[in-house]
């Protein structure tokens, strides 16, 4: 995609200079947080009323919050391919959730360029500290963190292996890092389940996302000297599924804290609860980095890989984690892909900034890329943000089109055209298009095809012209409708 291409790389590039320059030859350093399954309602700078999190909502007022920011896809690992790669999933390597069936499906390969790999090229420490889930061991073990350009990794390589909150390993680098917790008999009762750790404890000892917490901080701190790039991809408030299977409560949490004496069901507070656990955390990072004088030397970003799930037992009418859209994680409505994202760089972002620009997951490289100065692929789905970041709004170049694909319960497929027309087309190629402003429908309750037949034939045409064929995701039709009309698991 050009999207005035040329332009955009000269302005990002003085930028970059000019960034470099004033910080008296220190490069910035990029934390990226990624939440998982949390809503777009989910935190109080977006509207929530019940959950508390007073420390992303500060990050917010001190930082710059986007109101139509997407994931790469409504699910885990092809949203989170979209983000390392900069591509879409029409082009990225993985393009939907091949879990345990076919792990090489959903595993990064040598060829791929990474965000970390092109800010290791650039002189940077990179780390992915908590869930990967594009490469495992076995043969999809080229696509593990560590030979995608994350000099550190630890947390878990399987994502299914990362539903488990007290599992008895995680990674570190390529090799497993016993814990003391226990995994219940029976709950990974197969081979397969059983080599990548799936299941729920017996004997619950050690939490997780307080040991990734705990891992991120310490490696913050070895780095101050240095320029680094964090990927600190934490698996809260993912449900834990085979424990929702079993035991009807897949929200796993040590405590309730403040929500133990509310009127709620324990799956309701423990998803609360692993909310603002996971915000308290974040506040920890932020004093951390003010204490090491990295303030102003840090850009930090916080989102969610796609929209909130139904998957844990709790009861998401109470919470509305979706806010004002509709869907919720698998759908292809703006509440299973637009995200919460918050970006803060004290001295750089005016506080309390609040964006319309879309933009989307695709855009992290080439936006790292304009902060750092390092060198962008050629090929990419994305565009810097960095003039918004800095209030030049002037010199920011703009999407004519995002798409995204999802391979579940056959082929589906959603395009969003000059920022406010979104078709989707779901279950089969020749299904019917529905057409949405989401502009002035914020929750995509009318369908405008009928009316707007321009655009549905320009829909219609980057369906096929905005992706390239994958050998290791072909084309699946299914029957019409399925995916995307809701938010149940699939």
């Known amino acids: 995609m050009k999207h005035n291409r040329v332009t955009s790389r000269i302005a990002a590039v003085l930028l970059s200079l000019t960034l470099i320059a004033s910080a008296a030859d220190r490069k910035p350093n990029i934390i990226f947080i990624l939440a998982d399954d949390l809503g777009y309602g989910d935190l109080g700078c977006y509207g929530q009323k019940l959950i508390q999190t007073p420390h992303l909502d500060r990050m917010a007022a001190e930082g710059m919050r986007f109101t ?20 879409h999933t029409g082009h990225t390597r993985v393009r939907g959730n091949a879990g345990n069936v076919n792990p090489l499906a959903q595993s990064l390969r040598p060829g791929d360029v990474t965000v970390a790999r092109v800010l290791k090229d650039a002189g940077y420490a990179t780390a992915l500290i908590g869930k990967w889930g594009l490469g495992d061991e076995g043969e999809a073990a080229v696509g593990l963190p560590t030979r995608q350009g994350f000099d550190y990794f630890f947390g878990y390589a399987n994502q299914h292996h990362a539903h488990n909150y007290y599992p008895d390993f995680l990674m570190r680098g390529e090799e497993q890092v016993k814990l003391r917790n226990k995994v219940a008999a029976g709950s990974a009762d197969n081979p397969v389940a059983k080599r990548f750790g799936v299941g729920y404890a017996s004997e619950k000892v050690e939490y997780s996302h307080d040991l990734i917490a705990a891992e991120g901080l310490k490696w913050v701190e070895q780095q101050k000297d240095k320029p680094f790039f964090l990927y600190f991809a934490l698996t809260t408030p993912h449900a834990n599924n085979e424990a929702n299977r079993d035991l009807k409560n897949g929200q796993e949490v040590p405590d309730f804290g403040i929500y133990a004496e509310k009127d709620w069901s324990p799956q309701n507070k423990g998803q609360a609860a692993m909310i603002s656990r996971m915000d308290r955390d974040i506040g920890r990072l932020f004093e951390l980095l003010k204490r090491l004088k990295l303030d102003e030397h840090t850009l930090v970003f916080f989102s969610s890989d796609n929209g909130p799930h139904n998957e844990g037992g709790h009861t998401p009418e109470l919470f509305q984690p979706s806010g004002p859209l509709r869907g919720m994680k698998r759908s292809l409505t703006d509440g299973g892909i637009r995200v919460p994202f918050l970006a803060r760089w004290q001295g750089k972002i005016k506080p309390g900034g609040i964006s319309p620009h879309v933009g989307w997951f695709a855009d992290l490289l080439v936006t790292a890329c304009a902060v750092t100065g390092a060198k962008a692929p050629e090929q990419t789905d994305g565009l810097s943000f960095l003039p918004t970041l800095l209030g030049l709004p002037e010199q920011q170049a703009q999407h004519q089109h995002l798409y995204w694909e999802f391979h579940e319960r056959g082929f589906n497929q959603a395009v969003l055209m000059d920022v406010r027309w979104k078709a989707i087309r779901l279950g089969r190629t020749d299904a019917q298009v529905v057409l949405y402003d989401v502009t002035g429908d914020l929750g995509e309750t009318k369908n ?19 992706r390239t064929e994958s050998s290791d995701w072909p084309i699946k039709e299914g029957a019409p409708g399925g995916a995307g009309k809701g938010g149940k698991k699939q």
């Not at 920011?69 to 900069?86: D, E, I, K, W």
């Open 68 to 87: 139509q920011f997407y994931a790469g896809s409504t699910v885990c690992a092809p949203s989170r391919s979209v983000l390392m790669t900069g591509l």
């Open 448 to 466: 405008l095809a009928e009316e707007k037949p321009a655009l549905v034939a320009r829909a219609k045409e980057l369906f096929v012209s905005a």
